[in-house]
């Protein structure tokens, strides 16, 4: 009984900091939609006016997000079912970012800041659109061989950083920052090129992926809600027992926590950064995969659209757990899934998500200061991260 | 009695370099040499506008340019390689040998055309200043041992501002002091979570970052555009002539004929190159840079200094944010800055955190950036894309110590606390 009572006040302790954060997030967030209003200064004379009107104003917001990201009752008019489209969406945004955010998540463990799950994304992209669309095999072969190749492509891109670092000692983050901006020019040149020019276009975009490559889509063509959400579920179950259970896992968990410890106990670091980092790689480029093969069906351009530098928000907010980061994964899918929505009904940007995630990650990263706000004592706090310099 | 190589890290880094120098050499004459087919001439024109004429135009063969800039940078290399033997600097040379090979560059990749050769330095200049400011920001945080990610957020705040301001005001005085109080804002965020709540600073440069962006497309989308005359279309600063220097044929109109942004900026760098060096707050910085520990034992307060320097680096980089808007196209425009803060990062640390390297590398990307457009206009051999991807990939060659190991502030990015191991 007790140790259910532990487990359970331990759940609590976790993600009371998390909960916190958000609900502050989401208040700042709605004073700034209630506040930039111009018209409503007009209404200064009468404040109770004019606080309501800025209030609907964030109120109406916040529900065309959950609207958007949910349920909507406005499509419900064929059929009650199609209500969940907005639903639909969210898991569509969620699979990559899950698989991104995991390719950050494993990185901390091991004491790594990987920034460069965007460009480790396009060349999982790169490499899915390429098997996707060039070669012709048969179902489920086709498909695994692309997420295969993305993989391969995108190990091989993270594998460099883990290498450079193992070798040359150069900071992850220096060498990340940089590979992101050759990727995103490298995949601009690509798109120019013949081999990826669609036929009869002339805009960056890649011939379609073949149908055989492309992942199921699990209820029909009504929702574009498609294998992706159970490969990201299920490869953050696989991290989780590889974090957790396995010899390799404890070795990454090692050096992350105390590199010289782990070193003393005779594991090699220069090993463990690089297949680290290998790893990492596969995992964003799984998520360019997913959505190059689940949603876009094709290489364009804009296809990594903001998901590795998501990843890192998701990957704070998730605590660098693989679970919180699935949780964390839903949670920014369905801001971004309503976000859409809201742009489109009410005066109110998409952008709006963005200063909700960045301070989502402001007040996790300082918990002294959700602490002092609502006089809490036992909260576990921090990202678990202790700062690090550039020569650390 | 065995042979023991007595060579220092310097003298080492002096040697590759060197050597380096020389291959980039012999493959410049191979490939821009002896494989050039082309013969046609190349133009470069001199002549921006009403400068004391010195030369005007210089057209030679294309082929026979890329040769003679090919051995001239040859024989540059074997100079520095002398240098080095009699252990002296070779930065002369190197610099000279370098841009042989790029004039040899030129040579082959504008054949038949015409490079406007003034226009390109001008343009390349005009790039550099926001990276100058972003990267003078830098070196103020990191010097003191404060990681600065966020140096693309200072420069978006300060665009922001001075672009909203100076639209409100119509007066681009407004927008620039009101700039510097922006980046000041966001710096302020920096230096509480970094030093009070010793939060890892690349994490919060990267938060941050993402904050400015998510608020400042926000008001752009919810203010800027339905109200676009009144709050977006602000007023721009005109050049200021000096009178005799913009003559000067070549520098002249390059440096001297520009806006008050441009001239702050020069009095910034001095002032920042100066003061790091030759000052008590310089040497403190450093200090607290290198060794917070024993510059506390001393009695300096680091974490106060720390701050304020964060303080400071936000005010520079926020008044190079006012370049995108005051200084150029007046509007702002959503994330405007693109990226530059990160190519301002890559030319900190490709400047070996100083601030007269950092000022270099800035305007070495200025002019790659440049030259990049200016040739995909006239259309070149390279793509464009791989041009772009310079900046970055001179800095991961800088970073893995493949010329020389860059070496961060020791204790940048690490928290001190009085007392505790950190």
């Given amino acids: ?392 | 009695m065995s042979k023991v190589s007595t060579l220092t890290p310097v003298q080492k880094r002096r040697r590759r370099g060197a050597f380096t120098l020389l291959i980039l050499s012999i493959g410049s004459l191979v490939g821009f040499g002896i494989l050039q087919k082309n013969t046609a001439p190349v133009t470069y024109r001199f002549v921006l506008e009403k400068e004391w004429i010195a030369i005007n135009e210089w057209t030679l063969d294309s082929r026979t340019g890329s040769y003679g800039f090919s051995i001239a940078a040859i024989l540059f290399s074997l100079w520095a390689i002398i240098s080095f033997r009699r252990n002296k600097k070779i930065q002369l040379q190197s610099a000279l040998g370098g841009f042989s090979i790029l004039m040899a560059f030129l040579c082959w990749a504008a054949s038949g055309k015409m490079i406007p050769f003034t226009g390109l330095l001008q343009g390349a200049l005009l790039l550099s200043v926001p990276l100058i400011f972003g990267a003078m920001a830098g070196v103020l945080c990191e010097r003191s041992g404060v990681i600065n990610i966020a140096i693309e957020g200072q420069l978006l705040a300060g665009a922001f501002a001075a672009g909203v301001v100076a639209s409100l005001t119509q007066n681009t005085t407004w927008g620039l002091l009101v700039a510097p109080i922006a980046g000041a804002l966001i710096s302020l965020i920096l230096a509480v979570f970094a030093i009070k709540f010793s939060i890892d600073q690349v994490i919060l440069g990267f938060v941050i970052n993402v904050l400015v962006i998510g608020m400042t497309s926000f008001l752009y989308k919810k203010l800027l555009i339905p109200y676009q005359n009144t709050w977006n279309s602000g007023p721009i600063l005109t050049p200021i002539e000096i009178p005799f220097l913009s003559k000067i044929p070549l520098l002249g109109p390059i440096f001297f004929n520009q806006t008050i942004i441009v001239y702050l900026m020069y009095i910034i760098v001095a002032v920042i190159h100066l003061s790091l060096f030759k000052t008590r707050w310089g040497l403190r910085t450093r200090a607290v840079g290198e060794h917070p520990t024993a510059a506390d034992s001393v009695g300096i307060k680091v974490n106060n200094l720390r701050f304020r320097n964060v303080i400071f680096a936000g005010l520079v980089a926020g008044l190079g944010g006012a370049y995108f808007t005051v200084g150029a196209v007046g509007a702002f425009g959503k994330e405007m800055t693109a990226g530059k803060g990160f190519i301002a990062l890559a030319a900190l640390i490709f400047g070996r955190w100083s601030p007269i390297g950092a000022v270099m590398a800035a305007l070495l990307f200025g002019f790659a950036d440049n030259l990049q457009g200016v040739l995909s206009i006239t259309g070149t051999p390279i793509p464009s894309e791989f041009m772009l991807m310079a900046p970055y990939i001179a800095t991961i060659i800088a970073v893995t110590g493949f010329i020389g190991r860059v070496r961060a502030p020791a204790a940048d990015g690490i928290p001190y606390n009085r007392g505790g191991s950190n």
């Fill in chain 1, 1 to 392: 009984m007790s140790s259910i009572k532990n487990k359970v006040s331990e759940t609590m302790r976790a993600i009371t900091l998390p909960l916190l954060a958000f609900f502050l997030a989401i208040l700042s967030g709605g004073l700034l939609i209630a506040f930039s209003n111009p018209e409503i200064y007009s209404l200064w004379k009468s404040p109770l006016k004019f606080l309501s009107t800025g209030f609907a104003s964030a109120g109406d917001a916040y529900l065309a997000l959950i609207q958007g990201s949910i349920f909507d009752q406005n499509l419900t008019s064929k059929n009650f079912l199609l209500g969940f489209y907005p639903l639909s969406e969210t898991f569509v945004i969620a699979a990559p970012l899950i698989l991104t955010g995991l390719s950050v998540t494993l990185a901390f463990r091991a004491g790594l800041f990987n920034i460069g799950a965007q460009g480790q994304f396009i060349f999982g992209a790169i490499g899915a659109s390429y098997v996707g669309f060039h070669y012709n095999l048969p179902p489920v072969i086709h498909a695994v061989a692309a997420l295969l190749g993305a993989m391969l492509c995108a190990g091989l891109w993270g594998g460099l950083v883990g290498f450079l670092k193992a070798r040359t000692g150069a900071h992850e983050v220096i060498v990340t920052i940089m590979l992101n901006y050759i990727s995103i020019y490298f995949l601009l040149w690509l798109l120019s090129t013949q081999t990826f020019l669609r036929k009869g276009r002339q805009d960056p975009i890649a011939p379609p992926v073949q149908e055989n490559a492309q992942l199921p889509k699990l209820f029909g063509i009504d929702y574009r809600i498609n294998l992706g959400i159970f490969i990201a579920l299920g490869v953050a179950y696989l991290i989780h027992i590889l974090l957790t259970r396995t010899t390799v896992g404890f070795q990454f968990r090692s050096v992350g926590a105390n590199t010289l410890a782990a070193k003393t106990a005779g594991m090699s670091v220069p090993f463990v950064m690089t297949s680290v980092m290998v790893i990492c790689g596969a995992l964003a480029g799984l998520g360019g995969a997913v959505q190059v093969l689940g949603s876009e069906y094709a290489l364009t351009a804009g296809v990594a659209g903001s998901f590795g530098f998501d990843a890192i928000t998701v990957a704070l907010l998730g605590r660098a757990k693989p679970l919180g980061t699935v949780l964390a994964a839903l949670l920014f899918g369905a801001l971004r899934a309503g976000g859409l929505t809201m742009q489109a009904n009410t005066t109110t940007p998409i952008d709006i998500v963005l200063v909700i995630q960045a301070l989502v990650v402001l007040f996790i990263a300082a918990p002294t200061m959700v602490r002092a706000i609502f006089r809490l004592k036992n909260v576990k706090s921090g990202t678990d991260m202790a700062a690090k310099g550039w020569n650390g």
